[in-house]
């Protein structure tokens, strides 16, 4: 027997939204160093133990192309560009490879990965060039690049090896130890001379390092101060369409997707299911384009969870369920700041509530569910469903069907969206298994 229906509550909210953007409505405007910080937090979720590295290598760039004499305009642009640098990294093992020596004969792959991802999110296209040759030696960059580019990406991979000789030497010395350390992380830096680093970019960390603030900034206590107090001496805002917001939406979710080779192409067939079905609803266009977005982003948080608990083969033990169980809030914590006047971030993070109050992180239930969070869920579990995972194979349509009537009649999901599901199972299977 079906559970009973329970009343869905209009979430106020949304029509806020909606109404914000239409009609009339052709765009807003996007803070890009406010976005490149928040892309940078994710990122820097993908380090675990370590969760500062983009946005370290973001600020000590700013500090030395000031040094270098850089107008302001230049230093906010090498800013973001250390901030995005390692927009192409996902997993825990590449981040862990490319922090563990100077050079690694597989960098390029995650440098190509970021060009391509930045270049389909068109505020950021400017930025590839650079992110493409951030590990290539200097002694080895194309002569047809810019000097400009030469020295960014030169910059930029100076800089990240600044961090990673430095989160050396902090495995076994408290940060305060940095000042006295200082010269010789940059000596290690320095024999590379003409050959990984370009003789413009030392000079202006060589003076850098002098300054105590230089390292002191680097600290968490310090860090984001010191980030927001250079993007607000010359703001990067643009004005950006809707079209472009679900760019950057793809641009994160690809980032997210490439995490797990189970989870590829998860979340934007998500954002395909939820649009599919807003439509099914009636849901005029806008209230589908905020659904596909938050259908795109709704796994961000998961850059943070391990690759072994990702591709884990079997049960989850209860620290890893734990461990798995927090990316709803993580992916709170990064969409609040870059969509702040829409409901994304609490779509988001209510994803894996159940209407019987049986799911997480908030244990929310009933009437506090609102219509667009319940069918978040139903496509994210539908999707899943038919797709491989590690501890087994993708489903069929009939198979994943009865899982949900399970849990429909459990209370977990909504029976109404789940009918409309059931009803055009067949469609929606094929959009959820499309391209796998």
């Known amino acids: 027997m079906a559970a009973p229906s329970v009343e869905v509550p209009v979430d106020r909210s949304v029509d806020r939204a909606v109404d914000r953007m239409s009609p009339g409505w052709t765009g807003l405007r996007l803070d890009l160093g406010q976005v490149a910080h928040t892309v940078a937090r994710a990122l820097d979720y993908v380090g675990i133990d370590d969760r500062s590295h983009g946005r370290r290598v973001g600020l000590m760039c700013a500090r030395v192309a000031a040094e270098l004499g850089w ?4 230093q906010t642009e090498a800013l973001i560009t250390g901030m995005l640098h390692d927009c192409g990294v996902s997993s825990t093992d590449m981040h862990r490879k490319l922090t ?24 950021f296209a400017g930025y590839a060039p650079a992110i493409r040759w951030h590990h290539t030696r200097w002694a080895s960059l194309p002569q047809a690049l810019s000097n400009e580019t030469r020295m960014m ?31 010789d992380l940059f000596d290690s830096l320095h024999v590379h001379a ?27 206590d310090f860090l984001d101060r010191a980030i927001f107090e250079i993007l607000s001496v010359h703001e990067r805002t643009v004005d950006v369409s809707f079209d472009d917001v679900l760019s950057l939406g793809a641009f ?10 189970f989870t590829r192409q998860h979340s934007l067939r998500v954002a395909d ?17 905020l659904l596909r977005l938050a259908g795109l982003l709704h796994d961000i948080g998961k850059l943070r969870t391990p690759d072994e608990i990702l591709e884990k083969g079997g049960p989850l033990s ?32 209510h994803h894996h509530e159940k209407i019987n109050g049986q799911g997480y992180p908030y244990g929310l239930s009933g009437a506090e569910l609102d219509e667009e969070t319940r069918l978040l869920t139903l496509c994210d579990i539908f999707q899943a469903l038919s797709q491989n995972r590690p501890y087994r194979n993708r489903l069929k349509a009939d198979e994943i069907m009865r899982i949900m009537v399970a849990m429909r009649d459990s209370g977990e999901l909504d029976p109404d969206l789940f009918a409309l599901l059931d009803a055009h199972r067949d469609r929606m299977y094929r959009i959820a298994t499309a391209d796998s």
């Open 71 to 74: 107008t302001p305009a230049q």
């Open 153 to 183: 990406t030169n910059l930029v991979f100076l800089c990240d090896r600044m961090d990673v000789q430095m989160a050396v030497f902090q495995a076994d010395h408290p940060p305060v130890d940095l000042l006295q350390a200082r010269f």
């Open 273 to 289: 299911l939820v649009e599919a079905m807003g439509t099914l609803l009636g849901y005029g266009p806008r209230r589908r384009e």
């Open 194 to 220: 003409g050959l990984l680093f370009g003789p413009v970019p030392l000079a202006g960390l060589q003076q850098a390092i002098r300054r105590d603030s230089f390292w002191l900034e680097l600290q968490d």
């Open 100 to 123: 563990e020596s100077m050079e690694w004969s597989g960098a390029e792959d995650h440098c190509l990965k970021g060009q391509d991802a930045l270049r389909h999110f068109a505020p």
């Open 318 to 349: 209860v620290t890893e369920r734990d461990c798995m169980r927090r990316h709803p809030m993580d992916s709170k914590l990064i969409l609040i700041d870059l969509f702040p006047d829409t409901p994304l971030a609490r779509w988001v993070s």
């Open 252 to 261: 994160l979710s690809q980032i997210v997707d490439a995490k797990s080779p």
